[in-house]
Structures are given as C-alpha cells and as structure tokens.
C-alpha cells in the first residue's frame, strides 16, 4: 500500500515534564537530519506525536531510517483518506486484507482531535469493527491483546489510517544530555560505545590518532566509515583527525617498552581533553573494558587518567567481548571493524606492557619528554570534517572492499 505518512510516538520523553518541549524540538531537528537525504519528507512534531509526512516518498526507506532514531518509541505508517466513510471503510478493508489470517482477532482504536466529525470514536469503532466482521469470515473482535489493530486518526485535514506498529529505537534524543567526545578507533569496541552514549542522549564527535605511514589511509577512512554507520543515529558527526607519528616514534624511542602502551595512552587522553574542552565536549568517551587488554585494568585506567580532570566514561566497561560484539552487529559495525586496517593502537605495540604500571615511574619516564610541544605540534595538524548518514569512504578509496565483507 501507498503510505501518506509515519506517525511517531515517543518514549521516555513523556517523564520529561517541562523540558519536555526542548526534548521534542530536539527530537524532530535529529530526524529531519536522518532523513536529509528524502527531500520530499516534511517533518511536523506536536506534545504527543510526531508526523513524518511521505509526500509520495517510498515508505521502506524512511522506515528503516527512522528505527535508529534514539528517543522513538514506536512508529505507524498510515494512509490519509478524505473525510468520507466510505473511503474509510475501503482502506480498512484494504489493510486487513493484507495482514489477514484465519483466526485472526482484531480491535479498531479510533481517535478524533477533530470533534466536529458526525461520528464519535464509539461509533467510528463500531461502524468499522462491523465491516471487517462482515468482510472476513472467522475473524473476531478481542479487545485486550489482538492479532491486529486497526488504529483511526479523524483530523481537520482528513483520516488516518493504521494497522503496525513499529519498534523504535528507544532511548533519548541525541544532544539532549550535552556533548561528549569519542576516541573511536579502528576497533569493534569504541563503535559500540559511542552507540550506548548516543542512546542516553549524548551529541558526540569522534576523535581518531592516525600515524602515517605506519598506518594507511585505509585505516583513517575505515574510521570515518564506521562514524557513518554512527551517523545513521543523529543525522551527522564532526570527525577530528589527530596526527600521532611524531608522538609514537617519540615514545618509542625514549619510554621502556613495558611502559609504552602506558605513555602513549596518555598521550592520546591529554589531546583528547584538549580538544574536547576547545570544542565544549563535557566528557571523553571511550570503548575500555575491565580486564580485556593491558590497558584497561583498573591500574592502567588510574595511571592513564592522571593527565586530565574531564570525566572519563566507557559505556562498555562491564560487558564482555561477545556481548559487545553482539551490538556491534546489531548497529552495523562490526564487520568493518574486523576488517584487516592497523591502527594507531596496534602499531610500536610490545610484547610485554605493563598491566599494573606505577603511576610515579610513569609521570617519571614522562618527564625526559617535550610533552608541550608534541602536544603542540599534534594540534596544529589536527583536519576536521563533518560526515553524514549515507557515505562511503573506504569504498571510494579501495573498489574491492565491498568484495571482502
């Protein structure tokens, strides 16, 4: 069926008592962001529903846009008919012959925002539940929990019709609970964090190290393609480049090996607070999780947060590697993110780090480095773009990577 329109319900915002407006208004901005790319869509959000009006646009696409938009609850396509029950009565009919089984039970849920209609809700109910009766033989009405519901919209401008309801995403608006920013890598684990954050509400921009030519451009680009499976979310995401080869060599050359990792994280954690209090982040993001490599034990996390006062968040910190991967399958990103690119983080890496590194040897090996001035000069190479819902990068930069998923 040709769908007019998806009404929209929203979640949790209904707790939101009188920042509930703000939380709507940012909830519309982010879908009309999602949908960019629909130019025909036209995006309308009232205190209880939001209208996302198709004007002849295909259905399935913004469907399945609008399933990542954190804050919906539900969703129903609909088809708008003129004010005439006949017309009413053929499109019911219409939808349940599409859904209909033998057995099946149904209701019909009328709600009239239009009070000079001839008919009330009751009557609406009972007019449309007897043409359904009369049309398919065996169906039955069961009020509480039926197979099928057909829901009826009376408004000024005509009636709306309805019969699925679609899941959402849940959750709240991205960019109602401040700013944060992301250190996303090349990794399954950073994706899948940055997820979670923008699930609670948080607008993100991502960081990424880059250190050429030990790591390709097919390692940044990867990056920003899975900032464009995160894009899918809240529409767009500014992406900040840092260079990080000078900083690495340095490490490398100057820091005992058990200490490297160590150092070099610190490093990485000093740029990101840097950054993100220029750009007004609130927090630092990032995809550690207790015990999975040397760096995340809980004494490598006191020595590595010593550098900045920001709060540090791991949205991923208790869940272990298969239920990460788990979500990072749901979201879309986990086969680009096993996709065979080095990155920073993998490069210099020694064979032995240090699990438990002292925070005084630390600040002690730190200590014979220019730490301002690599700090400087990282900064002044920093680049930052804005990638949205829909593109491609590593496609673009190797045709045969379609070919490896």
Not at 135 to 141: C, D, L, N, R
Not at 308 to 314: A, D, E, F, H, S
């Given at each position: 069926m040709?769908y007019?329109?998806i009404?929209?319900?929203?979640?949790?915002l209904?707790?939101?008592?009188?920042n509930?407006?703000?939380?709507?208004?940012r909830?519309?901005?982010?879908?009309?962001?999602i949908?960019h790319?629909?130019?025909?869509?036209?995006?309308?959000?009232?205190?209880?529903?939001?209208?996302v009006?198709?004007?002849?646009?295909?259905?399935k696409p913004?469907?399945?846009r609008?399933?990542?938009?954190?804050?919906?609850?539900?969703?129903?396509?609909?088809?708008?008919?003129?004010?005439?029950?006949?017309?009413?009565?053929?499109?019911?009919i219409?939808?349940?012959?599409?859904?209909?089984?033998?057995?099946?039970?149904?209701?019909?849920?009328?709600?009239?925002?239009?009070?000079d209609?001839q008919?009330?809700?009751?009557?609406?109910?009972?007019?449309?539940?007897?043409?359904i009766?009369?049309?398919?033989?065996?169906?039955?009405?069961?009020?509480k929990?039926?197979?099928?519901i057909?829901?009826?919209?009376?408004?000024?401008?005509?009636?709306f019709l309805?019969?699925?309801?679609?899941?959402?995403?849940?959750?709240?608006p991205?960019?109602?609970a401040?700013?944060?920013?992301?250190m996303?890598?090349?990794?399954?684990?950073?994706?899948?964090?940055?997820?979670l954050?923008m699930?609670r509400?948080?607008?993100l921009?991502?960081?990424?190290?880059?250190?050429?030519?030990?790591?390709?451009?097919?390692?940044?680009?990867?990056?920003?393609e899975?900032?464009?499976?995160?894009?899918?979310?809240s529409?767009?995401?500014k992406?900040?480049?840092?260079?990080?080869?000078?900083?690495?060599e340095?490490?490398k050359?100057?820091?005992?090996?058990?200490?490297?990792?160590?150092?070099?994280r610190?490093?990485m954690?000093r740029?990101?607070?840097?950054?993100?209090?220029?750009?007004?982040?609130?927090?630092?993001?990032?995809g550690?999780?207790?015990?999975?490599?040397?760096?995340?034990?809980?004494?490598?996390?006191?020595?590595?947060?010593?550098v900045?006062?920001?709060?540090?968040?791991?949205p991923?910190?208790?869940?272990?590697?298969n239920?990460?991967i788990?979500?990072?399958?749901?979201?879309g990103t986990?086969?680009?993110?096993?996709?065979?690119f080095e990155?920073c983080c993998?490069?210099?890496a020694?064979?032995?780090?240090?699990?438990?590194?002292?925070?005084?040897?630390?600040?002690?090996?730190?200590?014979?480095l220019?730490?301002?001035?690599?700090?400087?000069?990282?900064?002044?190479?920093?680049?930052?773009?804005?990638?949205?819902v829909?593109?491609t990068?590593?496609?673009?930069?190797?045709p045969?990577?379609s070919?490896?998923?």
């Open positions: 040709e007019t329109e009404m929209v319900r929203y979640g949790e209904s707790t939101k008592g009188k509930r407006r703000s939380f709507i208004d909830l519309a901005y982010n879908t009309r962001s949908l790319d629909f130019p025909a869509v036209i995006v309308k959000a009232h205190r209880d529903r939001m209208h009006q198709l004007h002849g646009t295909a259905a913004v469907i399945e609008l399933q990542k938009v954190f804050g919906i609850q539900n969703f129903s396509p609909s088809i708008r008919v003129e004010r005439d029950l006949k017309a009413v009565k053929e499109t019911a219409a939808m349940v012959k599409e859904q209909f089984k033998p057995g099946m039970t149904f209701k019909i849920n009328t709600r009239r925002s239009d009070h209609f008919y009330d809700t009751n009557q609406m109910n009972d007019l449309l539940g007897g043409v009766l009369d049309s398919f033989p065996g169906i039955k009405v069961k009020m929990e039926p197979d099928l057909l829901r009826v919209e009376i408004r000024k401008n005509g009636i309805s019969s699925q309801k679609i899941e959402g995403a849940g959750g709240l991205v960019g109602t401040g700013k944060g920013l992301l996303i890598s090349g990794g399954i684990d950073s994706p899948v964090a940055g997820y954050a699930k509400g948080v607008d921009e991502m960081i990424h190290f880059f250190s050429p030519p030990y790591t390709s451009q097919q390692a940044l680009n990867k990056a920003k899975l900032t464009a499976k995160l894009a899918v979310f529409g767009s995401i992406f900040i480049e840092v260079p990080f080869t000078e900083i690495q340095t490490v050359h100057d820091v005992p090996e058990g200490y490297l990792m160590t150092v070099q610190r490093f954690l740029l990101a607070a840097l950054v993100a209090q220029k750009r007004q982040n609130l927090a630092i993001f990032n550690e999780s207790i015990g999975q490599v040397a760096s995340q034990t809980l004494e490598s996390m006191v020595a590595i947060n010593d900045t006062n920001l709060p540090v968040l791991r991923v910190v208790s869940l272990d590697k239920e990460i788990d979500i990072a399958q749901k979201i986990f086969d680009l993110s096993i996709m065979p990155d993998t490069i210099f020694p064979p032995a780090p240090k699990t438990k590194p002292r925070l005084d040897r630390t600040r002690q090996y730190e200590s014979h220019d730490v301002n001035g690599l700090l400087e000069r990282a900064l002044a190479g920093i680049k930052i773009s804005e990638i949205k829909g593109e990068f590593l496609a673009e930069e190797d045969s990577f070919q490896l998923l």
